[in-house]
């Protein structure tokens, strides 16, 4: 009943910018830790952008993209974002919505993914 559907993606060439959003259903998102990852073909799967529960603690970014991709949550919508700016060619990945409940054991959710290609 869980689902988690990310929404974005796409074509852009480098320097561009994309908004991706992930839309959780059957959950309380109050009560989730929140993220997005990345993963492309051979690698494993990364950490792009972490949003506690709690909208007092701050949120988290990979070195290679802070200062150009910014997280932010809709507690009331069950929705969460990414918007990426001056996009690079290796951005281009798959990325994820993650749900992680903050103590129950086993609630851990993904989404099927969204790709992001940054290219000429």
């Known amino acids: 009943q869980v689902q988690l559907v990310e929404s974005g993606g796409g074509l852009v060439q480098p320097g561009g910018s994309l908004s991706l959003s992930c839309i959780a259903s059957?959950?309380?998102?109050?009560?989730?830790?929140m993220g997005w990852y990345r993963q492309a073909p051979g690698d494993q799967r990364e950490l792009v952008a972490l949003f506690p529960s709690s909208a007092n603690a701050n949120a988290k970014y990979a070195d290679s993209v802070k200062g150009r991709f910014t997280i932010s949550r809709d507690d009331a919508r069950n929705t969460v974002f990414l918007r990426m700016n001056n996009l690079k060619p290796e951005d281009t990945d798959v990325y994820y919505c993650?749900?992680?409940?903050?103590?129950?054991?086993?609630?851990?959710?993904w989404g099927p993914g969204t790709q992001v290609t940054v290219s000429s």
């Open positions: 059957g959950i309380d998102m109050r009560f989730y830790n």
């Open positions: 993650n749900a992680d409940h903050l103590w129950q054991r086993g609630r851990d959710y």
